[in-house]
C-alpha cells in the first residue's frame, strides 16, 4: 500500500476540535464545496461520537486515534492510516474508503451498509457483529480478521485476501465471492444461502456445519477442509476440487456434483446422496462412501446409503 506522503501537519487536540466544529458547521448549512480534511497527523487524538458524515479525508495519520461511535456515512476517505485506532460502533453507511489502513483496529459492531472499500488493509481487525450489507470490497486484505456473527448478506468480495480470518456464525446470506484467497478460513456455523464463490481457494478452511443452502461453489478449491455436518442442499459443487476434504454427515439432496473431485474425501454418514450423483462425481480407492466402505463407487453398490450404527 503507498506511503502517505509526508510532511503531515502535526495539530493538537484544540485543533481537531475546530475542525470538527468547522465540519459540523458545514454539515448544517452545507455548499458545493467538499468539507476537507487532509495532510495532518491526528495520532492519538480522541473524537469520540464525532459527526464526519460526508466529509473527504485525504492523507490523514490517525494512528491509535478514538472514534468510539463517530458518524462517517458518506465520507470519501483517501490515504489514512487507521492503524491500532477504536472505532467501534462507528457508522459507515455508504462511505468510500481507498488505500486506508485499519490494521489491528477494533471496528466492532460497526455500519458498513452499501459502502466500498478499495486496496484497503484490515488485518488483524476486530469486527464481530459488524453489519456489512451490500458492502463491496475490493483487493482488500483481510488477513487473521475477527468477525465472528458478523454480517456479510448482499456483500460483494473481489481479489480479497481472507487467510486465517475468523468468521464463525457469520451471515453471509446472497453474498459474492470472486478470486479470493480464503486459506485456513475459520467460520463454521456461518449461513452462506444462495451465496456464489467463484474460483476461491478454501483449502485447509474449518467450514463444520455451514449452511450452503443453493450455494454456488463451481471451481472452488476445497482440499482438506473441515465439512462435516455442511448442508448443500440444491448447491453447486460441479468442478469443486474436494480431495481429502472431511464431508462426513453432509447432507447433498440435490447437490450438483458433476466432475466434483472426491478424491480422498471421507463421505461418512453423508446423507442424500443418490448413485447418479456420485457417479457424475470422481472417486478413487482412497475415497471414504456413505456406508464407510472404500471406494471407487460403482453404481448399484449401495454405498451411497449411510451406515445405520
Same mark, same amino acid.
Given at each position: 500500500?503507498?506511503?502517505?506522503?509526508?510532511?503531515?501537519?502535526?495539530?493538537?487536540?484544540?485543533?481537531?476540535?475546530?475542525?470538527?466544529?468547522?465540519?459540523?458547521?458545514?454539515?448544517?448549512?452545507?455548499?458545493?464545496?467538499?468539507?476537507?480534511?487532509?495532510?495532518?497527523?491526528? *495520532?492519538?487524538?480522541?473524537?469520540? +461520537?464525532?459527526?464526519?458524515?460526508?466529509?473527504?479525508?485525504?492523507?490523514?495519520?490517525?494512528?491509535?486515534?478514538?472514534?468510539?461511535?463517530?458518524?462517517?456515512?458518506?465520507?470519501?476517505?483517501?490515504?489514512?492510516?487507521?492503524?491500532?485506532?477504536?472505532?467501534?460502533?462507528?457508522?459507515?453507511?455508504?462511505?468510500?474508503?481507498?488505500?486506508?489502513?485499519?490494521?489491528?483496529?477494533?471496528?466492532?459492531?460497526?455500519?458498513?451498509?452499501? *459502502?466500498?472499500?478499495?486496496?484497503?488493509? #484490515?488485518?488483524?481487525?476486530?469486527?464481530?457483529?459488524?453489519?456489512?450489507?451490500?458492502?463491496?470490497?475490493?483487493?482488500?486484505? #483481510?488477513?487473521?480478521?475477527?468477525?465472528?456473527?458478523?454480517? &456479510?448478506?448482499?456483500?460483494?468480495?473481489?481479489?480479497?485476501?481472507?487467510?486465517?480470518?475468523?468468521?464463525?456464525?457469520?451471515?453471509?446470506?446472497?453474498?459474492? &465471492?470472486?478470486?479470493?484467497?480464503?486459506?485456513?478460513?475459520?467460520?463454521?456455523?456461518?449461513?452462506?444461502?444462495?451465496?456464489?464463490?467463484? *474460483?476461491?481457494?478454501?483449502?485447509?478452511?474449518?467450514?463444520?456445519?455451514?449452511?450452503?443452502?443453493?450455494?454456488?461453489?463451481?471451481?472452488?478449491?476445497?482440499?482438506?477442509?473441515?465439512?462435516?455436518?455442511?448442508?448443500?442442499?440444491?448447491?453447486?459443487?460441479?468442478?469443486?476440487?474436494?480431495?481429502?476434504?472431511?464431508?462426513?454427515?453432509?447432507?447433498?439432496?440435490?447437490?450438483?456434483?458433476?466432475?466434483?473431485? #472426491?478424491?480422498?474425501?471421507?463421505?461418512?454418514?453423508?446423507?442424500?446422496?443418490?448413485?447418479?450423483?456420485?457417479?457424475?462425481?470422481?472417486?478413487?480407492?482412497?475415497?471414504?462412501?456413505?456406508?464407510?466402505?472404500? +471406494?471407487?463407487?460403482?453404481?448399484? *453398490? +449401495?454405498?451411497?446409503?449411510?451406515?445405520?450404527?
Amino acid at each position: 500500500m503507498p506511503l502517505l506522503r509526508v510532511p503531515l501537519r502535526r495539530i493538537d487536540a484544540s485543533e481537531l476540535a475546530q475542525l470538527l466544529a468547522r465540519h459540523a458547521a458545514w454539515l448544517d448549512n452545507p455548499d458545493d464545496r467538499p468539507s476537507l480534511i487532509a495532510d495532518v497527523d491526528l *495520532s492519538q487524538l480522541a473524537a469520540p +461520537g464525532c459527526r464526519l458524515a460526508r466529509v473527504h479525508l485525504e492523507h490523514v495519520h490517525w494512528t491509535g486515534g478514538i472514534l468510539e461511535g463517530a458518524d462517517l456515512s458518506l465520507a470519501r476517505v483517501h490515504h489514512v492510516n487507521w492503524k491500532c485506532a477504536r472505532l467501534a460502533g462507528a457508522t459507515f453507511n455508504e462511505a468510500v474508503f481507498e488505500q486506508v489502513v485499519f490494521d489491528e483496529a477494533d471496528l466492532a459492531g460497526c455500519s458498513w451498509e452499501r *459502502s466500498r472499500l478499495i486496496d484497503c488493509s #484490515l488485518e488483524r481487525v476486530r469486527l464481530q457483529n459488524a453489519r456489512l450489507l451490500e458492502a463491496q470490497l475490493e483487493s482488500c486484505d #483481510l488477513q487473521k480478521l475477527e468477525a465472528p456473527e458478523s454480517c &456479510w448478506e448482499q456483500a460483494r468480495l473481489y481479489q480479497c485476501d481472507l487467510r486465517h480470518a475468523l468468521l464463525r456464525r457469520a451471515n453471509l446470506l446472497r453474498s459474492v &465471492w470472486e478470486f479470493c484467497t480464503m486459506l485456513h478460513l475459520q467460520a463454521p456455523e456461518a449461513n452462506f444461502t444462495a451465496a456464489r464463490l467463484q *474460483s476461491c481457494d478454501l483449502r485447509h478452511a474449518n467450514l463444520t456445519n455451514v449452511k450452503f443452502f443453493h450455494a454456488d461453489l463451481r471451481g472452488c478449491k476445497l482440499d482438506r477442509a473441515l465439512m462435516s455436518g455442511c448442508n448443500f442442499r440444491g448447491a453447486k459443487l460441479a468442478g469443486a476440487e474436494l480431495t481429502r476434504t472431511v464431508l462426513r454427515e453432509a447432507i447433498f439432496e440435490q447437490a450438483d456434483l458433476l466432475a466434483a473431485d #472426491l478424491r480422498g474425501a471421507d463421505l461418512t454418514g453423508a446423507r442424500c446422496l443418490t448413485s447418479a450423483q456420485l457417479c457424475q462425481a470422481l472417486t478413487d480407492h482412497t475415497t471414504i462412501l456413505p456406508n464407510g466402505s472404500r +471406494g471407487p463407487y460403482m453404481r448399484f *453398490s +449401495g454405498a451411497e446409503r449411510p451406515c445405520r450404527w
